[in-house]
């Protein structure tokens, strides 16, 4: 027997609830043991539902029952999350989340208590819902030096691009609607400012290299600049817009980004559509491999925590996830990087001085502006190229196969 105590009864944690309840019998065969929720942590008052026996409101009774085997952390946020996953696996119990704020900011502390203590701090849900990605990296990819990871990291934002470029919506009334569905909180700006994406690069980073990579230092660039004019110039270029969220670990140390980019519409990425996620991991033996699927949701979710807890029942002991050391970053100044260019039509003179071999892009109309797609620069050769020349706005471009 297995005992589960859930911390939180949200969206996420009573779909956790409900799988384990209603998948008793297909869980038990997985575990080879019985699987059983003992404890839901949760402040409100569930006194009128018939298991109101498991609630509880005090984490104490959770952190000194010995029975608790495994701790499902689905609070979200960073206190009391932190809090109660510290101590929990000092108190030799290990913890599951899906906490993806509290992994890559505490991640490197929390999994060097699990490790000392022997028990696990495993956070499959915490990076794409329910698509298997963080086991498959940690085991299945072991022998390959991962070279680069990356790609749609947040279901929100994909729907709202989705919706500009397949029904003409602004970005104002795609976020409405998205919110409307469900799909955007309230306050979208995790998600819309690309925090939530920048976390999770943050974690697969730092998975790959066994180095703890500090989200705050990650380039983060969100959708909320992107126009009308955006995606008329993208389809001209028989391409779309994604935020997609990358990084590529070197010999000279990583680099990370998170940012809109224009992409070609034969590369994978640009076909995954709606609140779809898709990743992708490259290594040096395998080569490039992706993962797709619903980044997010309440069962999704819920079938990735309970991957976790399934993992710890089935085989126990410590799964050797672990960084500690703080990363070597490679600056964002010697990064080459191809964009695609807005810039005022006054300076196309100039832009033509500067590009000489290549076309300029125009809207039909009228329009006071022109564009163009550059070679790989660095940030520096960028602004050189560019001096003197009004710059609306700059997109990362991605190739058919990058």
């Given at each position: ?98 906490n993806k704020e509290l992994v890559a900011t505490k991640g490197a502390e929390l999994l060097k208590i699990a490790k000392e ?128 969220a990358y990084g590529k670990n070197t010999e000279s140390g990583i680099y990370a980004a998170v940012r809109p980019a224009m ?140």
């Amino acid at each position: 027997m297995k005992n589960v105590a859930i911390l939180g009864f949200g969206t996420v944690g009573s779909g956790v609830y409900e799988m384990l309840s209603l998948n008793a019998e297909k869980i038990e065969k997985a575990a080879n043991t019985p699987v059983k929720v003992k404890y839901i942590l949760d402040i409100r008052d569930f006194s009128d539902r018939e298991d109101a026996h498991i609630f509880t409101k005090d984490f104490n009774v959770i952190l000194e029952d010995d029975e608790v085997d495994i701790v499902a952390e689905v609070i979200g946020g960073i206190h009391p999350a932190y809090d109660f996953t510290k101590a929990a696996l000092l108190k030799g119990k290990s913890v599951v989340t899906s906490n993806k704020e509290l992994v890559a900011t505490k991640g490197a502390e929390l999994l060097k208590i699990a490790k000392e203590n022997n028990v696990n701090y495993l956070f499959e849900a915490s990076v794409g819902g329910g698509i298997p990605l963080i086991a498959p990296i940690h085991n299945y990819l072991a022998a390959n030096e991962i070279e680069e990871v990356g790609g749609i990291l947040n279901g929100t934002t994909n729907y709202i691009l989705t919706e500009m470029f397949e029904n003409g919506q602004s970005f104002d009334e795609a976020l409405k609607c998205a919110q409307e569905l469900g799909y955007a909180e309230r306050k979208p700006e995790a998600d819309v400012e690309g925090l939530d994406a920048c976390r999770k690069i943050s974690i697969l980073m730092s998975l790959v290299t066994g180095k703890f990579c500090d989200s705050e230092k990650i380039y983060t660039e969100g959708i909320t600049n992107i126009d009308e004019e955006d995606v008329a110039y993208a389809e001209m270029l028989d391409s779309v817009i994604k935020l997609v969220a990358y990084g590529k670990n070197t010999e000279s140390g990583i680099y990370a980004a998170v940012r809109p980019a224009m992409i070609k519409k034969e590369n994978p990425l640009a076909s995954v559509r709606s609140v779809f996620n898709a990743a992708y991991v490259k290594g040096n033996a395998v080569g490039k491999v992706m993962f797709y699927g619903r980044g997010a949701g309440k069962m999704p979710t819920a079938s990735a925590v309970i991957s976790d807890i399934l993992d710890i029942a089935k085989s126990g002991g410590y799964k050797g996830y672990f960084w500690e050391e703080e990363a070597k970053w490679v600056s964002p100044a010697e990064v080459r990087e191809s964009y695609f260019v807005r810039v005022s039509s006054k300076d196309e003179g100039k832009l033509r001085e500067a590009f000489s071999d290549k076309d300029i892009i125009k809207l039909s109309g009228e329009t006071e502006e022109i564009a163009l797609v550059t070679e790989p620069l660095t940030e520096k050769s960028f602004e050189d190229k560019f001096r003197g020349i009004g710059v609306i706005k700059k997109i990362r471009l991605l190739g058919e196969d990058e």
